[in-house]
T-cell receptor, first 111, second 113 residues
């Protein structure tokens, strides 16, 4: 059983569309992270959220941490082919605890 | 800085063989981890270390050993390879806690026949 669930598992959209991917758990996390991974490479950190209800924006990407600190979402506005990749959420129960990853959402943006 | 380096990049083993996957970082990070990535499973934590001389088990430690004799190196040993260990292995390091940014190596793709 995965501690972190992500949905959808796969997403294929046209360039210019908006999308949201979700990361959910029944457990409370002190922080959640979002990573992006391209084929043949290791994941790269996009953002860390630590406060319930927190919203962070990174250009066209908007990240939200749920009020109860059990879930998070990533919204991409006007998706571009360069956004294609595997989006992974990861969480830690405490600041210095090990990090557990979700299974990922594979995004394909078609030109 | 080279960041996190892993060797080899590709490896094919026969069932029962042993080998060591190497991981090194030059960022003076205390925290290091080993993950395996399988399709649809994300990254699963194998073993981790919070500093030289200290290691602990993650989610899927069976069949793997680690040691941390220096801050820079964190090798992963497969004791007796099995086909179920066919996977892509990533090493990662972070400065002062896993919830801080983890820097990942390029991965080792291992096939066990």
């Amino acid at each position: 059983t995965q501690l972190l669930e992500q949905s959808p598992q796969f997403l294929s959209i046209q360039e210019g569309e908006n999308l949201t991917v979700y990361c959910n758990s029944s457990s409370v996390f002190s922080s959640l992270q979002w990573y992006r991974q391209e084929p043949g490479e290791g994941p790269v950190l996009l953002v860390t959220v630590v406060t319930g209800g927190e919203v962070k924006k990174l250009k066209r990407l908007t990240f939200q941490f749920g009020d109860a600190r059990k879930d998070s979402s990533l919204h991409i506005t006007a998706a571009q082919p360069g956004d294609t990749g595997l989006y992974l959420c990861a969480g830690a129960k405490t600041s210095y605890d090990k990090v557990i990853f979700g299974p990922g959402t594979s995004l394909s943006v078609i030109p | 800085n080279a960041g996190v380096t892993q060797t080899p990049k590709f490896q094919v083993l026969k069932t029962g063989q042993s080998m060591t996957l190497q991981c090194a970082q030059d960022m003076n990070h205390e925290y290091m981890s080993w993950y395996r990535q399988d399709p649809g499973m994300g990254l699963r934590l194998i073993h981790y270390s919070v500093g030289a001389g200290i290691t602990d088990q993650g989610e899927v430690p069976n069949g793997y050993n680690v040691s941390r004799s220096t801050t820079e190196d964190f090798p992963l040993r497969l004791l007796s390879a099995a086909p179920s260990q066919t996977s892509v292995y990533f090493c990662a390091s972070s400065y002062s806690g896993f919830s801080y940014e983890q820097y990942f190596g390029p991965g080792t793709r291992l096939t066990v026949t």
